[in-house]
């Protein structure tokens, strides 16, 4: 992860929390509702549907949105928003800031 902005920081230091409280397929269902199209192609929708376990799943889907853009960073913010993960959003936009602010240092 060289040379990776906020987001994408942020992403792995809150991934065991979303790890444990995320439903993968839940999120999925609300992105296609929310973003016709979403973030995610069909083939990362199976690949991360794929994984046995639901940790896996979330492991999976954050390894994905990290080669992303930002834009699909904060619609996944937003969708946990949506989705009643307000803390779990809370912590990733801090934790975004503070990666943002340590890379300017």
Known sequence: MADSSGWQKALYRVRPQLEEKVNVEHIISSLHEAVPGGFLTSREEKDIISQT????KVRRLV?????????????????????????????LESAAKEGNIHRHI
């Open 63 to 91: 390894e994905i949105l990290a080669t992303k853009d930002e834009k699909a960073f904060n619609t996944f913010v937003a969708l946990l928003k949506t989705i009643g993960q307000e803390e779990l959003a809370d912590e």
């Open 53 to 56: 376990l639901d940790f896996q």
